[in-house]
T-cell receptor, first 111, second 114 residues
Framework: QKEVEQDPGPLSVPEGAIVSLNCTYS??????FMWYRQYSRKGPELLMY????GNKEDGRFTAQVDKSSKYISLFIRDSQPSDSATYLC???????????FGRGTSLIVHP | DAGVTQSPTHLIKTRGQHVTLRCSPI?????VSWYQQVLGQGPQFIFQ???????GRGNFPDRFSARQFPNYSSELNVNALLLGDSALYLC?????????????FGPGTRLTVL
């Protein structure tokens, strides 16, 4: 079992839909949770950064962390075709400052 | 303010050759990390340098080496290239090396080994 699990997709949704992207993890020591967006053949771009449990909102994006279930989510409201990309979750903590990444979920938002 | 920069953008090498990849961190950032990203997978950690010292090493063979310079830029070297080394090599910088220090990635260098 991988330390961070993420469904690779692709996830295809119509423009305007609410998108839910998820990751599960096995290391209960993780405390820092990140979501990156990666366009094709580009480097990952940091979208959201959350410490411990709870919600964080930034514009159309909301990150949720449920440490009791070892489950994190990224919600995208009013999705746009420009949101089409691969979304990577990453997490660190528990004495390790090196983030562990999921394999990424490919999102396609069609007009 | 400039982000993380990497050079070259693309590189084609043949098996057995050597390659050097370069990275300049965001101004003020003292930590540089290197990752390998194979198509369809998340980035895999190779090295982290902080204040010119190696602070972390991932599960990669000794053919991979790196260093950080006094201006905090960094080089990743790979010897005796194998076909399996074909990947996107990402550099990330952060202010420090702590778990709370978020990493900002460069555009990557795409290495193709023939």
């Amino acid at each position: 079992q991988k330390e961070v699990e993420q469904d690779p997709g692709p996830l295809s949704v119509p423009e305007g839909a609410i998108v839910s992207l998820n990751c599960t993890y096995s290391n209960s020591a993780f405390q820092y949770f990140m979501w990156y967006r990666q366009y094709s053949r580009k480097g990952p771009e940091l979208l959201m950064y959350t410490y411990s449990s709870g919600n964080k909102e930034d514009g159309r994006f909301t990150a949720q962390v449920d440490k009791s279930s070892k489950y994190i989510s990224l919600f995208i409201r009013d999705s746009q075709p420009s949101d089409s990309a691969t979304y990577l979750c990453a997490m660190s903590g528990g004495g390790s400052y090196i983030p562990t990444f999921g394999r990424g979920t490919s999102l396609i938002v069609h007009p | 303010d400039a982000g993380v920069t990497q050079s070259p953008t693309h590189l084609i090498k043949t098996r057995g050759q050597h390659v050097t990849l370069r990275c300049s961190p965001i101004s003020g950032h003292k930590s540089v990390s290197w990752y390998q990203q194979v198509l369809g997978q998340g980035p895999q950690f190779i090295f982290q340098y902080y204040e010119k010292e190696e602070r972390g090493r991932g599960n990669f063979p000794d053919r991979f080496s790196a260093r950080q310079f006094p201006n905090y830029s960094s080089e990743l070297n790979v010897n005796a290239l194998l076909l399996g080394d074909s990947a996107l090599y990402l550099c990330a910088s952060s202010f420090r090396q702590g778990a709370s220090d978020t990493q900002y990635f460069g555009p990557g260098t795409r290495l193709t080994v023939l």
